[in-house]
């Protein structure tokens, strides 16, 4: 494109294509969801998102205690953020929120992963793209075929279609609704 005061060529950035998981199971967590939607909206583009899905939470092991039921959804974004910033501002996002560092798989009033960063492969100490566990998750991988079937993992060489219907733990993940 060129700029007519200065005559040269003004570089346009692409935008990545961002693929989230969003789950919250304490307070309200419709409402949780739609707000983290909203705080996100503000920083990178809202694309896609999938309908709500009630899930099982992950089993913990060393806790007696049962966990409320999660609600999740996927969506998708486009950035001109690079990973490690989109990572801050998810953090961001999930602390303005109220959520506080606990242990893993704890329950949480918002948790928001980044499952795929265009076909980016990285691993750093505080991320690794595309999300480690995704290929087992139930929870992720329904939703996420909803809106992007045909999406290959790019370290599996499967389309997301093919690892939901693979992946144990189906039964657990439930329709909630669609968010317009």
Aim: net charge negative; with cysteine.
């Amino acid at each position: 494109m060129q700029d007519e005061r200065c005559h040269c060529e003004r570089r346009v950035s692409e935008l990545a294509i961002v693929y989230l998981c969003l789950g919250s199971n304490l307070g309200d967590r419709e409402e949780n969801l739609c707000q983290a939607l909203t705080l996100l909206s503000l920083k990178v583009n809202l694309d896609e998102v999938s309908s709500i899905y009630e899930t099982e939470p992950v089993p913990i092991l060393y806790r007696d205690k049962k966990q409320p039921l999660f609600l999740n959804l996927v969506c998708r974004i486009t950035t001109n953020l690079p990973p490690e910033e989109l990572l801050r501002l998810t953090k961001d996002v999930e602390a303005k929120m109220g959520r506080v560092p606990s242990f893993p798989d704890a329950p949480r009033v918002i948790d928001i992963d980044i499952l795929f960063y265009d076909d980016k492969i990285m691993e750093t100490q505080n991320l690794t793209i595309p999300h480690p566990r995704l290929k087992d998750r139930a929870f992720v991988l329904i939703p996420l075929a909803e809106i992007a079937p045909d999406l290959v993992h790019p370290k599996l060489g499967k389309s997301i279609a093919q690892l939901a219907n693979d992946v144990e733990g189906q039964k657990g993940v439930r329709k909630w609704y669609y968010i317009k």
